[in-house]
């Protein structure tokens, strides 16, 4: 129901912060004669206050003398939009999540609180002519100021305080300084009524992707946009921005992750010309505020977002872009675990607007869509401007003589490379100097207390850390049961690489890309820069070099450990590693100049892999689907997974047994529809002192998945058991570990 209604002759329906799946009744306030759907409102709870979100009204038919009143109305007009408010009930009855966190996800933190607090004003700053015109060695005295002024040079417009923070944290004080020298003033930020027309051609598979594309405006179009690394996907989202604009619509990109934010953001700003917001976690509680309040009101063209800015109301929406649709941190996977590309393609229906989804290396729920009619896939199979995609080579590392896990073959290529003046990019995606530390004498190995792990060695700072629960001591110098002093790091991380390419190639500037050099806010943005503009030659990094990066002067991948995947645990594994490989090795050869890469493998004869190189990502995406249907894996079922921990052996365990029971009685699970495998000790059972277990749940038909899933998860909310244990429940699931 929507709509506002007579106070007294109305129950309201509040969705509350709780881990309760229902909403709770509460009589209006004094003489407020309004509650609009979708507006806060302060009320009490137990001994405390929480600020709730009114999803419905109802004229009572039970005796309401026992229901407290509203302590306040929060929002003369609602903050969510009658369409968002719908979007989230279905959201939390999709994924069986309790209807009061789904809003709070979708709220602004400042918006979760109930002081009436305004944000502060966005200062915005552009580069002045004397900016323009200092010389580089004037700031090298000041490397901050010097990165912050490049940075406000090459946005072509003025950027806020946040994007300035996401590039670096420590921004504040060297602007202040570069205020004071005048090389940047603050200005308020303005945009013309019309975006500038398309001033790059579209090649023909471009054009004729957005023409189609294009042609659907104004009712729901479900697209694939299936390009290759560097095919020049982003040309044809701005171009059909760019007419979403000239027909006065909003447009929302949704990316999987703000390291991306501010490369497609200076994009976007410098090819449209248009207010365009960003919604992300690196922004503070104010900037967050004022950009969802922009977009609210409709003054934000173009919205920038991260997962939780699919809930972010957009009056007049009119495209949905989801770049990068097959990333995994598009899921989110704790609390409130939805999808957020799925509940894209479900907002775009109920706007009735087009959805692009755009990967190199779709995934197969996208692919299988295609199959079934829901999806039109557009293809780029060229790289743009003329760049040619990169030969792919296969080296076995069994048998070639390697150095630190690098093969003889991959160091004479990098010397060729350096030499000529290009750069090298050497993939291992494990963090760390060695992710084993061994004693030669015993065999004993170095492992977390907390977890069935090993414990990785961090050489530079002398330290064991677990990479599961962050424990951390001391690298020891004997063996803690044999007392030997005979210790071994064995294997490599990327710490371990970095060392000895260093010692390797002393002459050229080797840059370490992972999330222990990165760990600071602004220094991915500071890190990417330098990779950019050449100013380090080698990179060394995980698979955060592999999220659409544009290094132009990048001739060589080497990847290491290539075919981890190809004997994983999960079943999305071997899918992934084939994504990781392509979009790794879509960093070579993106400009003029032709790119390698060597593929390090220890199985380089098992098929998938020959496939994968030898006919694409499309002919290897086909044979895992067809793999998938015959085992009987999603996206050809549908699956739900129930977690749970403890910190005693076995409770978990016995508490999903309970579960089972449950799943499978006959009042609930009628002619057993819904398969229930387990419960099954987690892969990793013992993670930060808590022993893990879980439940799977498997059916062909959704339908009859969720008329199992709509009385279970009450059932184990009410269940005693479950006030003992931590648990959850997953629809849809992508980590199965």
């Not at 419905?56 to 609602?78: M, N, Q, R, S, Y």
């Not at 552009?126 to 002024?149: C, F, H, M, W, Y």
């Not at 972010?312 to 941190?329: F, Q, R, T």
């Not at 290094?551 to 991948?557: A, G, H, K, Y």
């Amino acid at each position: 129901m929507s709509g506002e209604h007579t106070a007294t002759a109305l129950v309201l329906k509040v969705a509350l912060p709780v881990p309760l799946s229902r909403l709770f009744d509460y009589l209006p306030a004094g003489d407020i004669l309004t509650y609009p759907r979708g507006a806060r409102v302060l009320v009490p709870f137990g001994r405390s206050r929480h600020v709730g979100v009114v999803v419905d009204h109802g004229k009572p038919d039970f005796d309401v003398t026992k229901l407290k009143p509203v302590i306040e109305l929060l929002d003369p007009e609602p903050v969510l939009p009658v369409e968002v408010v719908s979007l989230l009930e279905w959201a939390s009855s999709y994924y069986r999540c309790p209807i009061g966190e789904a809003f709070a996800t979708a709220l602004p933190i400042a918006l979760r609180k109930a002081a009436h607090t305004e944000p502060k004003p966005q200062y915005n700053f552009r580069i002045t002519a004397a900016g323009n015109e200092v010389s580089e060695d004037a700031l090298n005295r000041a490397p901050v100021q010097k990165r912050l002024l490049q940075f406000i040079k090459d946005s072509d417009s003025a950027v806020t305080g946040g994007e300035c923070r996401l590039f670096d944290e420590r921004w504040s004080a060297p602007m202040k300084q570069l205020l004071k020298k005048g090389l940047v003033e603050e200005v308020s930020q303005t945009f013309p009524d019309k975006p500038p027309a398309a001033t790059r051609a579209l090649n023909a598979e471009q054009e004729k992707a957005t023409t189609a594309i294009i042609n659907k405006f104004g009712g729901y179009h479900g697209a694939l946009l299936h390009g290759i690394t560097g095919s020049g996907k982003t040309e044809v989202y701005i171009e059909l921005v760019r007419e979403q604009l000239l027909k006065g619509g909003q447009t929302f990109i949704l990316l999987p992750e703000i390291g991306l934010t501010p490369q497609l953001l200076s994009r976007f700003r410098s090819a449209l010309q248009c207010h365009v917001e960003v919604l992300h976690s690196g922004l503070n509680a104010s900037e967050r505020l004022l950009a969802w309040r922009a977009t609210a009101r409709g003054e934000a063209r173009v919205l920038i977002g991260t997962r939780s800015a699919v809930f972010a109301p957009l009056p007049k929406l009119g495209l949905i872009i989801v770049d990068e649709e097959h990333d995994s941190a598009l899921k989110q996977q704790d609390g409130f675990r939805y999808h957020a590309r799925d509940l894209a393609i479900i907002r775009a229906q109920r706007a009735g607007v087009p959805i692009v989804l755009g990967s190199a290396t779709p995934s197969l729920e996208s692919l299988h869509n295609v199959e079934k009619g829901l999806l039109t896939l557009y293809e780029l199979t060229q790289r743009a401007a003329g760049a040619v995609p990169p030969s792919l080579e296969l080296v076995d590392s069994r048998g070639s003589e390697t150095e630190n896990g690098i093969s003889k073959r991959l160091l004479k290529r990098m010397e060729d490379v350096l030499a000529r003046g290009e750069q090298v990019i050497v993939f291992i995606n494990r963090r760390g100097y060695s992710p084993v530390l061994m004693c030669e004498d015993c065999g004993t190995m170095a492992d977390c207390s907390n977890c069935d792990a090993h414990m990785t060695v961090h050489a530079r700072s002398s330290t064991l850390r677990c990479h599961h629960c962050g424990a951390e001591k001391q690298l020891p110098r004997v063996c803690a049961s044999c007392e030997s002093d005979a210790l071994i790091k064995v294997g490599a991380g990327t710490e371990r690489i970095d060392e000895f390419l260093s010692e390797k190639f002393p002459d050229y500037t080797l840059l370490r890309i992972d999330r222990d050099s990165t760990s600071r806010k602004g220094e991915l943005q500071r890190h990417l820069a330098m990779a950019a503009s050449g100013e380090a030659q080698i990179l060394v990094g995980t698979q955060m070099l592999a999220k659409g990066h544009d290094f132009p002067n990048v001739t060589l991948v080497g990847i290491m450990d290539a075919d981890r995947g190809l004997f994983g645990s999960d079943f999305r594994a071997t899918e992934q590693m084939g994504q990781l490989i392509m979009q790794v090795a879509g960093r070579a050869g993106r400009a003029d100049k032709p790119g390698t890469v060597l593929i390090q493998s220890r199985n380089p004869e098992h098929p998938l892999l020959q496939q994968l190189l030898a006919e694409g990502y499309g002919k290897f995406a086909g044979q895992l689907l067809a793999e998938r249907k015959i085992t009987e894996w999603p996206p050809y079922v549908h699956t739900a997974l129930i977690r749970c921990e403890h910190a005693q052996s076995g409770v978990a365990f016995d508490y999903l047994e309970h579960v089972r029971k449950m799943a499978c009685h006959e009042h609930m699970n009628p002619q057993m529809k819904v398969h229930v495998l387990g419960p099954a000790h987690a892969p990793m059972e013992r993670i930060a002192g808590r022993y893990r277990a879980q439940l799977l749940l498997l059916c062909d038909s959704r339908k009859a998945l969720h008329e199992l899933l709509r009385p279970l998860r009450p059932w184990m909310e009410e269940m005693p058991q479950s006030r003992k244990v931590r648990w959850s429940l997953d629809v849809d699931p992508h980590d199965m570990l």
